[in-house]
């Protein structure tokens, strides 16, 4: 499936994979938390992922921005990111 992911979508999976639940993602973006719900729902649907790790896997391994990577805070998010995703499969 073909989707275009907007800037919402890419700023609620960077919140979703720093660990923030779905409350403090809607308190950040001014929206309601079923919103949330519904923004990762549909972002899970279009990338084919069943649960939130595959979702922060698949956000890290096609969206990490090499050309901005030297950017301290997009290098920051991207380890984050790793750790994590690292972590939940226990590699």
């Given at each position: 499936m073909n989707y275009n992911f907007t800037k919402?979508?890419?700023?609620?999976?960077?919140?979703?994979s720093a660990g923030c639940t779905y409350k403090e993602?809607?308190?950040k973006q001014n929206i309601s938390p079923h919103t949330?719900?519904?923004?990762v729902q549909?972002?899970?649907k279009a990338t084919n992922c069943r649960n939130k790790a595959?979702?922060?896997?698949?956000?890290y391994l096609n969206f990490h921005p090499k050309s901005l990577a030297k950017q301290s805070v997009?290098?920051?998010?991207?380890?984050?990111?790793?750790?994590?995703?690292?972590?939940?499969f226990n590699i």
């Open positions: 919402k979508d890419i700023e609620t999976m960077k919140e979703l993602i809607a308190r949330v719900v519904w923004r549909r972002i899970m595959q979702l922060i896997n698949y956000f997009i290098n920051r998010f991207w380890k984050l990111i790793a750790i994590r995703v690292k972590n939940f």
